[in-house]
């Protein structure tokens, strides 16, 4: 499989990255020649082999339902969270205006 | 009086406890070398001699008044800027992370400070740790402290992603620093300076807090002078921590105490598909003087196959990818770091024009081709293949190493290359991790210890790659290496 320009506009525009009309001609035969060579994959017989999920076995676990039971992770930090935002009001991330 | 910056994590720790030195002498030495290196090797991104020299005095402090130092009482290290750390500035060596100062400590470094490091500053590394070279951060390259011996003065890349962590190291601007490993970042850095570093077990060091890239792939790990220094420096940043879900619920094992130069009884497995056609003279000189060494220790040689090889690499270019442009997906102009908001921009505008602005070349690419492999219609013949050639390559190691006890091969396909010589060819500067990319697709620890120079004068790496939760083997395969290489090569001072 291989990628023209149009596709590479819409795998930009889905990873909201902009590129310009220079960037885009520059990208599609750089990702050609990346997926050209992944495409030998496809030679591998994976006939009844799982696809991996955990490269070490381990259990989910779950934490206890306690509020803030630690405290690096928990809540009533609204100024730390917000500390490094470029743009915050009464207590809020700032944003462009969404909805007319 | 002794240079203080020739010395080990071992020979601070133990002089610092013994009163030989102190702490505070220690950490003023290596402040020098930071602050004498920085604008010809660009090593670091922010140095933080302050925080040294008050981690050192509060371990002074504790000998005067009769406390336990801890496991690195004393040492000042590198912290790699992919480590969250409380008050000061973390990267990723990204503009878009420029002046991201995070409220909070990660993990692995607040382990490293309990256990009596100190900072010597935030390391320069490859823009979100993607790279084999450091030449993808936004604060520009690191330049290695080596040089051939032609005479030439080309500028040598000191291996990626942890490049800043592998200078520093080897320029003696921090006797350890940490690293990450993703697909080879710990070790073929390690390998182009000429100094040791290990990846665990995926799970043994907790996650939290580090800059995520490939989640099922990212794991920390020490790069220090020698072995015993990488145990020492390992047993202080592993453990368990419920704050990451993939957190090992296990004790960390004394590996520095377990440590043991004597392979007897001992099988290494040489595989025989590393043993590609072209390979570098030296490279395959180096391997074969290392399969001699473990022999000389007691070892017992057997050959292996890991079928699967040649699809590692292409796997992992389209797992990380993938993985890295949903974790990058966080970066939005919104709740932290740099917002280009264009004149009259809606939400989505603002969100592209700040990725377009934030992001270098080549995590733009990784990201693009992430999404691709991801997106619908594509995901079964790139993601889900991938992932099951994946499950093939953990495989063949499970088999593996029902015939022996670790693995031997080169670190890297070549010694360091000059910076520019791969920048215009991704796939070149890819195929430099074909030798890592194995083990961490199968989450396996694996090291990189020196085995000499090459014939340019530039060292060589020898990778060992142990069984699941086996770090001590690779230590002891990789002490036996050391005790025998007695490498003790150090670049020229030139900076």
């Known amino acids: ?38 495409e030998q994959l496809g030679e591998v017989d994976v006939t009844g082999i799982e696809p991996m999920t955990a490269v070490i076995e381990n259990h989910l676990r779950l934490r206890d339902d306690v509020i803030d039971a630690d405290p690096l992770t928990g ?24 909805i007319e | 009086m002794t240079d203080l910056t020739e010395l080990g994590v071992a020979a601070i720790r133990d002089g610092v406890a013994k009163g030989d030195f102190t ?11 930071v602050a ?10 922010v140095a933080t001699p302050e925080l040294a020299v008050e981690a050192a005095k509060a371990t002074d402090a504790r000998r005067a008044a009769g406390q336990p130092l801890g496991k690195m009482g004393g040492v000042p290290i590198g912290m790699k800027d992919l480590f969250a750390t409380k008050g000061v500035q973390t990267t990723a060596a990204s503009h878009i992370l420029e002046g991201f100062t995070p409220e909070y400590e990660s993990t692995v470094s607040q382990k490293l400070w309990d256990a009596g490091a100190g900072m010597l500053g935030k390391l320069n590394l490859d823009q979100f740790a993607m790279g084999s070279s450091n030449e993808t951060s936004y604060f520009g390259n690191v330049i290695s402290p080596w040089r051939r011996s032609d005479g030439g003065n080309a500028a040598l890349a000191p291996g990626g992603s942890s490049g800043g962590s592998s200078t520093a190291v080897a320029a003696r601007l921090a006797p350890a620093a940490t690293g990450t490993d993703t697909g080879g970042s710990i070790r073929q850095p390690a390998a182009f300076t000429g100094i040791s570093g290990i990846k665990p077990t995926y799970g043994r060091c907790s996650r939290w807090g580090i800059v995520a890239f490939a989640s099922s792939l990212d794991q920390a790990g020490p790069m220090a002078r020698d072995v015993r220094d990488c145990a020492i420096m390992l047993e202080a940043m592993a453990g368990y921590d419920p704050k990451d879900a993939t957190s090992l619920n296990l004790p960390v094992p004394e590996w520095e105490a377990g440590l043991s130069a004597d392979m007897k009884g001992k099988k290494v497995g040489i595989p025989r598909e590393y043993r590609m056609d072209g390979m570098d003279a030296d490279v395959a000189a180096s391997w074969d003087r290392g399969i001699e060494w473990l022999k000389d220790a007691g070892a017992e040689i057997v050959e292996i196959s890991l079928p699967h090889t040649k699809y590692a690499l292409p796997a992992y270019y389209i797992i990380a990818p993938a993985e890295a442009s949903s974790n990058l997906a966080r970066y939005d102009g919104v709740r932290y770091g740099l917002r280009d908001l264009p004149d009259g921009a ?11 602005a934030g992001f270098g070349a080549e995590v733009k690419r990784r990201i693009l081709i992430g999404t691709y492999v991801l997106s619908a219609g594509f995901y079964d013949a790139y993601y889900t293949q991938a992932q099951k050639v994946r499950t093939l390559i953990s495989h063949d190691f499970k088999n593996a190493f029902t015939q022996c006890d670790v693995i031997l091969a080169p670190t890297a396909p070549t010694a360091a290359f000059g910076l520019g010589e791969k920048t215009d060819d991704p796939l070149s500067m890819y195929l430099n991790d074909v030798f890592a990319v194995p083990a961490s697709l199968a989450g396996l620890p694996a090291m990189s210890v020196p085995a000499g120079l090459n014939r340019e004068g530039l060292p060589l790496g020898l990778q060992i790659v142990g069984k699941p939760f086996d770090e001590q083997g690779v230590l002891n395969a990789g002490l036996a290496i050391e005790s025998r290489a007695q490498f003790s090569a150090k670049p020229d001072k030139w900076w």
């Open chain 2, 23 to 33: 702490a505070v002498e220690v950490a003023e030495a290596f402040n020098a070398n």
């Open chain 2, 36 to 45: 004498a290196a920085q604008t010809a090797l660009n090593a670091f991104i």
């Open chain 1, 1 to 38: 499989m291989s990628v023209d320009t149009a596709t590479v506009a819409k795998i930009a525009a889905l990873a909201r990255i902009k590129v310009s009309e220079a960037e885009l001609e520059a990208m599609v035969p750089e990702l050609n020649g990346i997926l050209a060579w992944v």
């Open chain 1, 75 to 98: 809540g009533g930090v609204r100024d730390k969270v917000l500390a490094n935002a470029p743009a915050r009001e009464d207590g809020f991330f700032g944003v462009p205006k969404v």
């Open chain 2, 346 to 356: 809606g939400l989505q505008d603002m969100y592209a024009a700040t990725r377009a």
